[in-house]
Each structure stands twice: as C-alpha cells, then as structure tokens.
C-alpha cells in the first residue's frame, strides 16, 4: 500500500548529496525534511516530503567543521539547528518562497567542545546539546 511503516516501498531516493547523510530530521508538520550530508559534502538539504525534490540547501559550516546532529524545532515549521565539531551550533530558518536557509551562529560562550546531539524542550525555549 506504500506506507513504509507497513513494510511498503521506498517513497523516494534523495540524491542530493555525494556521500552520506550524516543525521536527518522531519519538521514539526511533517511536510519538510532536512539532511546534512556526511563530512565529503557538509552540506545541509531541505527536502519536501510528498514530491521528494530539493527546496533549499546550504553548506553546513563556514569551515570544515563536521555536523553530526540536525533537530527541527517542535513548533516551528521553518526553524532547525545544527551542532558538531568546533563549537558549531547554529540556528536556521528555512524560507520556502525564495527559497534560501538563514544561518544565525549562537553564541556557545566559553564552552569548548564537539556537540554530538541535539534535544530541544518542547515550548522550543532550550536547546540542550
């Protein structure tokens, strides 16, 4: 019947990137799901669920830094963050109509270290990493 849950078939093959996708996240809504590739490519993809097709995309860091973990905001169709290697935690916003990410480096103040994963509270207030 094509519900992947059911034991169906596979829905779509995103071809964006080179290599692998290093983490992944649906959005609150389930409508958008973004990607960031593998340290071969660092690059972050929105994707529409229902067609499959690449809306927006960005490379993940200014560096080469390696992203390790992507988390949706749980009220917010058009925010995620990131975090890796570096101090690397950075808030997006995905704008559809243009299309284009927005990147807003947050200040990790005199933390030093890699943030493997991402936990946001559920009122979207904290990000824990």
């Known amino acids: 019947d094509g519900n992947p849950s059911a034991g169906g078939c596979l829905v779509h093959s995103l071809q964006q990137h080179r290599g692998m996708v290093q983490a992944l996240d649906f959005s609150c809504e389930g409508n958008l799901l973004v990607t960031v590739g593998g340290q071969d490519d660092n690059d972050l ?18 560096s080469n830094d ?8 749980n009220n917010r169709n058009d925010r995620f963050v990131t975090c890796g290697q570096n101090q690397h935690f950075r808030v997006w916003e995905v704008c559809t109509s243009t299309p284009k990410l927005h990147a807003i480096d947050a200040s990790m103040g005199s933390m030093r ?17």
């Open 45 to 62: 993809v929105v994707w529409d669920v229902e067609t499959g097709k690449g809306i927006c995309g960005s490379p993940a860091s200014n």
């Open 66 to 73: 390696k992203l390790y973990s992507v988390k949706w905001l």
């Open 113 to 129: 270290r890699e943030m493997h994963c991402i936990s946001i509270s559920s009122d979207d207030a904290f990000a824990f990493v």
